[in-house]
């Protein structure tokens, strides 16, 4: 199983850099590539991101992986907006499609903003531990605590539902194996015995990760984290 | 190993629902340096002594000072994590990243190490632990023995004086075991750590300095492996069974082919069988 959110270790300016700013970042980052018009502004940002990738010291292969995971769509996208952008002259039709040079254009530079803020996205989550993106979300969410906003807990769940992502979906795999085992396969069957199967699966998985979030709190706990870092002790805090 | 008490724990007494006291009255002594291990059968309070060590709950009624630092202190709670370090018994549910080097480096962090600060500290604990260059792994695609190694080295990160362990081998293969076994051994000697080993495993007890014994919230017997461990009764009265190499000593003692004082552990067996 490969590392969920895909976090590179490594030591760049950017791995270096705070979360927030890199959210920040990457919301601007996002609007001037949606800002995009002509082929020296496209040329202009696919250096920038260029840059960015070099000093992210990620690796292409790991910046460029979701592209190809999205390649079909990103296919898609040029073809419906070569084939249905009807302003122009077609270069060729065949009945409602017609395919403009107009249309080939916007098609590649949509596609083009897609990819660039794809790799921005995957710059972020290669150099930010899930973690610390929480921490990131929390200081951002920081005015809305001020109006008595629980972000605090709410980025702790966001963090601790994250990373039991992988055990949970390896353990729902063992309790299915188990479950066609024991009472026969999921797949072919009727509508509602699968629905209760998977009823039947959901309550030992939630049952766990209750658990796991309970010991996971008190691991970190023990490991130094404060909830809250302006009170000195969680010591207070009952067992519960 | 001094003479210096860097845990004292006097009548340190828990409950978590009102009237049935989980821990009444536990009291126990350990010098800087010393390996002791805690026995006693399932719900005997051990786990919820390790947490007063670390102080994860609010004492309700004793003392309890660890490296000189009350755990009632709420100020200093956070000083005392430092000083006790926990590892617990499923590897998985104590990691915060999916990155070994990130979770090891989770500890210092928290305890205000600067970012270059706290990885170098996280690539010097994985080497402690016999993990060196293991920081870009994935946890979930190591062992249980190499994960409590990462588990071990995340606690190790911070530099602590007193490292718990509850029952941290009980669900990893007798291979792993030996490697955080062996791991374990290294921090002592390194670094001069004290620990504290919660276990079920009484060949792991028989290599503690002292064994402890816990029955109904109380400590009711301590000593050296070769006498707390040899004694049938006090541990059958705390629902355990002596180690394998007790067992088999006192077979051969009933059938007249060996007398003496039983050995602990398989080479002070061999040593007595060859002599
Ligand atoms: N969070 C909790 N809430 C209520 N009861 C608990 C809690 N944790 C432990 N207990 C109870 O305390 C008793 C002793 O637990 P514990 O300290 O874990 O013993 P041990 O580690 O020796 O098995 C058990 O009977 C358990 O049911
Ligand atoms: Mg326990």
Sequence with gaps: MRTFGGYVWADSPLHRAPAAAKLVGLVVGAALVLAVRGPITLAAALVAVAVLGVVSRVGWRRLLAPLWGMRWFLLVIVALNALLFSVSEPLFSLGPLRLTLPGIERGLLIAARTCLIVVLGAMLTATTTPQQVVHGVRELLKPLARLGVPTETAALAVGVTVQFVPTLLRESRQLMRAQELRCGGFAARGIMRRAVSYVRLLVPVFVCAVRRADELSRAMEARGYRVDRRRGATGERGCS | ?275
């Design chain 2, 1 to 275: 190993m001094t003479d210096e008490r860097i845990v004292e724990a006097r009548g340190v007494t828990h409950a978590y629902v009102p009237g049935r006291p989980t821990l009444s009255g536990a009291s126990l002594d350990v010098r800087r340096g010393e390996f002791v291990a805690i026995v006693g059968e399932n719900g005997s309070g051990k786990t919820t002594l390790a947490r007063h060590l670390n102080a994860l709950i609010p004492l309700q009624a004793g003392e309890l000072t660890v490296a000189g630092i009350d755990a009632a202190d709420h100020g200093r709670v956070w000083e005392l994590r430092r000083i006790c370090g926990m590892v617990f018994q499923n590897p998985e549910n104590q990691f915060v990243s999916s990155v070994v080097g990130e979770d090891v480096a989770f500890g210092p962090r928290n305890f205000g190490a600067s970012e270059g600060a706290a990885r170098r500290v996280a690539l010097e604990a994985l080497a402690s632990v016999g993990l060196p260059g293991f920081e870009r792994r994935d946890v979930h695609e190591l062992s249980g023995g190499q994960q409590q190694r990462v588990a071990l080295a995340g606690v190790l990160a911070s530099e602590p004086d007193v490292i718990v362990l509850d029952e941290a081998t009980s669900m990893i293969d007798p291979r792993g075991r030996d490697e955080l076994v062996a791991a374990v051994r290294r921090a002592r000697v390194e670094r001069g750590a004290t620990i504290i080993w919660i276990t079920h495993d009484m060949e792991l007890a028989a290599r503690a300095d002292r064994v402890v014994v816990m029955r109904a919230g109380e400590v009711v017997a301590e000593g050296a492996p070769e006498r707390v461990l040899t004694d049938r009764e006090l541990l059958s009265s705390a629902g355990l069974e002596p180690p394998l190499v007790v067992r088999t000593w006192g077979e051969l003692v009933r059938r007249g082919v060996a007398s003496g004082p039983a050995p602990v552990t398989v080479e002070g067996l061999v040593s007595l069988l060859c002599s």
